[in-house]
């Protein structure tokens, strides 16, 4: 079976920083594009960043371009997102996700995702 398991949200307070972890067990996710998505109370689950396999490329969200950055080691099989100057509309839960059938600019639809994580909250008090 395979699972991506998230770590690192917590509380923090408005412009401190979090690092998110995503690893998968039972495979690694060679080839795979991964993404990180979040869904905020109340609201739809909308797309954060996501990273291709080979290059290490990223595509993010406007509302977090220039202070959260996506990263990948394929060696270890492991994704981050690094978050910086969080702000209160940054709580949600964070999602992590593979696809092999998304083009990286196509992760930004959500659709198509073979793997989701069961999420991470993060909160960030004002």
């Known amino acids: 079976q395979v699972q991506l398991t998230e770590s690192g949200g917590g509380l923090v307070q408005a412009g401190a920083s979090l690092r998110l972890s995503c690893a998968p067990s039972g495979r690694p996710f060679s080839g795979y594009i991964m993404g990180w998505f979040r869904q905020a109370p109340g609201k739809e689950r909308e797309f954060v960043a996501a990273?291709?396999?080979?290059?290490?490329?990223?595509i993010y969200a406007d509302s977090v371009k220039g202070r959260f950055t996506m990263s990948r080691d394929n060696a270890k099989n492991t994704v981050w997102l690094q978050m910086n100057a969080l702000k209160s509309e940054d709580t949600a839960i964070y999602y992590c996700a593979a696809s092999t059938s998304n083009t990286l600019a196509q992760m930004r639809t959500g659709i198509r995702i073979e793997y989701w994580g069961q999420g991470t909250q993060v909160t960030v008090s004002s």
């Open positions: 990273v291709s396999f080979r290059s290490g490329t990223t």
